[in-house]
Antibody
């Protein structure tokens, strides 16, 4: 079946970086873009950016520009999101989600909890 | 950036009742690219409706979406116990993609 499986929870200190992976299975990875969305505790969903899995082109939210790097490894059918210069406000669950074009974000990973604490 | 405002913040209803959730956009949503997601505690969002009114795979027909331009509605015709959750609208026609702040549907 179509699924996205993300890497496990992380605990980081302020100023560090974190890299979250999202492995796709059950479909052709390069046929669909991938987005990253985060959700701080008790807060709404927040879009971070996306990658064209076919050619590697990316776009990120202005809020995260300079701190977020989205990449992919087509041989591993895996997308990655790296966030640098972490601060306590970055404590959140990070999700990857498949872009089905006009059909919105149809498949989501299970989420990765990132905790930033000294 | 398109700001989405959902109302009400919380809806207290009993099983079997009808739920009507609203999502208003600060500007017209391009191509009607408005989606609704359901999220339960500790779970990832689940796509219910895309393109304002099309049901996603496995979405029960008690869920329906309507609207265009700046005003959109999600209706649950008869609430089932598993429908009590938080619902988010999302516009994905313009960059950046944005989400509403959510409506919690709770058991009265």
């Amino acid at each position: 079946q179509v699924q996205l499986v993300q890497s496990g929870a992380e605990v980081k200190k302020p100023g560090a970086s974190v890299k979250v992976s999202c492995k796709a299975s059950g479909y052709t990875f390069t046929n669909f873009a991938m987005h990253w969305v985060r959700q701080a505790p008790g807060q709404k969903l927040e879009w971070m950016g996306w990658i064209n899995a076919a050619n590697g082109n990316t776009k990120s939210s202005q809020k995260f520009q300079g701190r977020v790097t989205i990449t992919r490894d087509t041989s591993a059918s895996t997308a990655y999101m790296e966030l640098s210069s972490l601060r306590s406000e970055d404590t959140a669950v990070y999700y990857c989600a498949r872009d089905r074009g006009s059909r919105a974000f149809d498949i989501w990973g299970q989420g990765t909890m990132v905790t930033v604490s000294s | 950036e398109i700001v989405l405002t959902q109302s009400p913040g919380t809806l207290s209803l009993s099983p079997g009742e009808r739920a009507t959730l609203s999502c208003r956009a600060s500007q017209s949503v391009s191509s009607g690219y408005l989606a609704w997601y359901q999220q339960k505690p500790g779970q990832a969002p689940r796509l219910l409706i895309y393109g304002a009114s099309s049901r996603a795979t496995d979405t029960p027909d008690r869920f329906s979406g309507s609207g265009s331009g700046t005003d959109f509605t999600l209706t649950i015709s008869r609430l089932e116990p598993e429908d009590f959750a938080v619902y988010y609208c999302q516009q994905y026609g313009s960059s950046p993609v944005t989400f509403g702040q959510g409506t919690k549907v709770e058991i009265k």
